[in-house]
């Protein structure tokens, strides 16, 4: 069993920066990819961002590249995703979720956070 709790969420204006963490419990964090998805409001939940066991490999959505970048740290079993240039259109509920690969598909992924909320105001 894998539990994770996202935090970092809040209210920023256009332009802004916010750093969302994802801290796992149990042993298994380092030999699990991590990814983050988001929801807004009338929409699917939408791939984001996820990151493989080693760190080395990464992937992100379009519309967020060289925006935000995602991180982990396996010694202090957490993941992060730093993000910059925010627009309102990131406006969402940000789920950090474990998986035991590397995955665009929410449906690879087993486990999931509460999320927690992005409002970025224009």
């Known amino acids: 069993q894998v539990q994770l709790a996202e935090s970092g969420g809040g209210l920023v204006q256009a332009g802004g920066s916010l750093r969302l963490s994802c801290a796992a419990s149990?042993?298994?964090?380092?030999?699990?990819?991590m990814g983050w998805f988001r929801q807004a409001p009338g929409k699917d939940r939408e791939f984001v961002a996820a990151?493989?066991?080693?760190?080395?490999?990464?992937l992100y959505t379009d519309s967020v590249k060289g925006r935000f970048t995602i991180s982990r740290d396996n010694a202090k079993n957490t993941v992060y995703l730093q993000m910059n240039s925010l627009k309102p259109e990131d406006t969402a509920v940000y789920y950090c979720?474990?998986?035991?690969?590397?995955?665009?598909?929410?449906?690879?992924?087993?486990?999931w956070g509460q999320g927690t909320q992005v409002t970025v105001s224009s």
């Open positions: 979720a474990s998986s035991l690969g590397l995955t665009r598909l929410p449906t690879g992924y087993p486990y």
């Open positions: 990151i493989s066991v080693s760190g080395y490999s990464t």
């Open positions: 149990g042993r298994t964090f380092s030999s699990r990819a």
